[in-house]
């Protein structure tokens, strides 16, 4: 709080607008202003990094009135907001981005020709804010998206890590990690405020005080204190004055002199001691879909909450309202379990710091937070340990037995004597060590749970919070199908087809109101309307075709059916099930006449993405793919019918290239493991086909799109466990093609099968977890239905448009939207220029 300033000072800043005009001419100066002053450059010291600099700093200027035009507006009405609590955003680049939000991007692309660059090189320049690991990461930036679009009043709280998702090498067909240290240089997209800092505890111990009521109350003392420094990047919405922010906090030693803890005459230590307070958020754990139980993380974990919950209090307390109407004026949305430490830390400040009763205290955490569950795979469920907990939170420890103490309480009176249900349900995993069941935890403290596809939902429900539901009802539970933002992943990645549709619908309304997109239905059979639409699907293949060749001397032709599997490497999401059916086609073409090779429909297999760095099965994999692409691409017999690519370092920026050149892409889960998916809506959306497995958020896509225009194959769900426990006592049924392939791969036609072996075991040894051998026919009869599906090109193009036609659902519009409305309560907030 500050003095309010005088009605002169007041109407000075008022009528200082930072940039307002536009036109080429304003823009080129203000970007030769920020080379001289932000950049401190001269005319003969100007390189592409330099200019993309102070292209993105004029942009950010025209960025910061929306931006703090929406949050005075906010701080003056205050009305409800919500919290998107996120250990990762995985944003990718801004510049781009904002210039299309703002309706810029044509007179910046003049202002910057007319200075001697071209802004498509500029804005390869800008390095990925690569701040996640996969589909968790990519769907909180989304929802930013479509929350600042729609005027939500919605903020991302998250980590600044210093050190991104690692960069992907390949050597020799291996993975290799190198560290993603993006902020060397300045950051345009970002504001540090310095004066935002609040204190993060660890360790310490617990004590009885006095209250100011003469109440008796827990208090948490000593330990190790640091200090989170906000960083703001705002998030622009598309067509609308509003515009969003993230907030991620970043570690620094605390510089107050603390007497209690400092080691006198130990200079050294403490050094090191401030040096080990930034560490904190310096890096990105680099897994996806599966827990490392490190003490770092979980400090990570509550370093985050703890500053975003002081945060919002903060916030919450300069309108002097009562506790009670917290919930009325604040959503917490969980992205995952990774921030559920927000449940007893909110718990802890109301009952222990702010004098509250522990049932009121609970009554309004549980009607503040709200969970999202991102996966039923057991192995990526949060458990923490109890002794680390007790020693890095001990007080959290104690209320978090507490919850579960009354929680317990409550369900033993609903079910007496079923010792059975309470120890299943219980917070706690008995065992040794004990163990913090995460998920639970997240689940009691919150008013609503949801799963994020519809079938997901649905598993979640009958099986991983099944025992909940009996004791809650059903009605906590619901379903939030995933969407994209449009604007990046059609408006942006593909300029053409974004002018296709402008043209053939006589506006950009869809770019915000995605069910427009259904209109295209009208044209699907027009032959001219086909043509335009080929000929754009053709333009983006022969790009990505140029990137292969440009970064990988690799040439691929783009008449061929361009066939791709882009996602983390998992072993649920079976990239060796497609290399398998790979090495199975290259088989075949060996067997055929020259005649009838060239007879086939050509086709290049594009793989992409990474394995975590400790995950050996996912790294052979890799290396798999690289062995076979290898041997296949140079192989001359096969008339170039079948090339193999695995694009090093997948991410966003290259998402956007790869993403509108498929003809097919490739989701192929065991069934009931991919929870939903995203990449598979955003290639749909760009008029590509899928071939996929009956899982997540595939099944609503093949409902929206029809089931004509989606090639769907393998086991149901719910028949896995089943076939799973045959396999178990009546061993393994080895599909005869399958076994043609593992033959080759051991009889060294793809290098020395040494290194193969344990990848081998996952199917014969390991009794075939993700049942590849019993879905690898249905899957290869699917590949040969493709073939003969594109030869017929007329209605292969028709089948593409009634893809994108059918999109509308997918957009995060709609998803932030049932968010809001169903589960934050929360209204649009207007902002008027
Ligand atoms: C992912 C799911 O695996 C993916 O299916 C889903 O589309 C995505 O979340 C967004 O909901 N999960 C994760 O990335 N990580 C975890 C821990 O679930």
Known sequence: THEPLSDAALKTWKTHIVPEKNDTKSIENDIVHHTITTLCRGVYNLDKLAMYQATAHSVRDRLLEDWNLTQEALHRENPKRCYYMSMEFLIGRALDNALHCLHVKKNYQQSVENLGFSLEDLLCEEKDAALGNGGLGRLAACYMDSAATQDYPTWGYGLRYQYGIFKQMIKDGYQTEMPDYWLNFDNPWEFPRADIRYEVRFHGYVATKMNEKGESRMTWEGGDKVQAMAYDVPIPGFDTKGCGNIRLWSSKPLNTFDFDSFNAGDYERSVAEQTAAQNLTSVLYPNDNHLVGKELRLKQEYFFVSASLQDIIHRFKRAKCPWKDFPDKVAVQMNDTHPTLAVPELQRILVDIEGLEWDDAWDIVTRTFAFTNHTVLPEALECWSVPMMEKILPRHMQIIYDINLFFLQKVEKVFVDDRELLKRISIIEEGSPQQVRMAFLAVVGSHTVNGVAALHSDLIRKHLFNDFIKYYGPDKFINIT????????????????????????????????????????????????????AAVKYKNKERLALWIKTNMGITVNPDALFDIQVKRIHEYKRQYMNILSVIYRYQSLKKMSADDISQQVPRVVIFGGKAAPGYYIAKLVIKLINSAAHVINNDTSIQDMLKVVFIPDYNVSLAEIIVPASDISQHISTAGTEASGTSNMKFVLNGGLILGTVDGANIEIGEQIGAENIFMFGVLSDEVEDIRHNQKYHGLFMDPSLQVVLDSIQGGQFGDPSIFGPLINTLTYGGDYYLISVDFKSY???????????????????????????????????????YADKIWKLKPFKVEA
């Open 482 to 533: 995933n969407g994209i933002t449009p604007r990046r992943w059609l408006y942006q990645a593909n300029p053409d087809l974004r002018d296709l549709i402008t043209k053939t619908l006589g506006s950009e309304d869809w770019a915000t109101k995605l069910d427009l997109l259904k209109e295209l239905k009208r044209v699907a059979d027009d032959v001219k309307f086909q043509t335009e639409w």
């Open 780 to 818: 290869l009869q699917k590949h040969t239905e493709v073939d003969a599906t594109y030869r017929d090109r007329k209605s292969w193009v028709k089948k593409s448009i009634m893809c994108t036609a059918g999109m509308g659902f997918f957009s995060s519009d709609r998803a932030v939207r049932e």
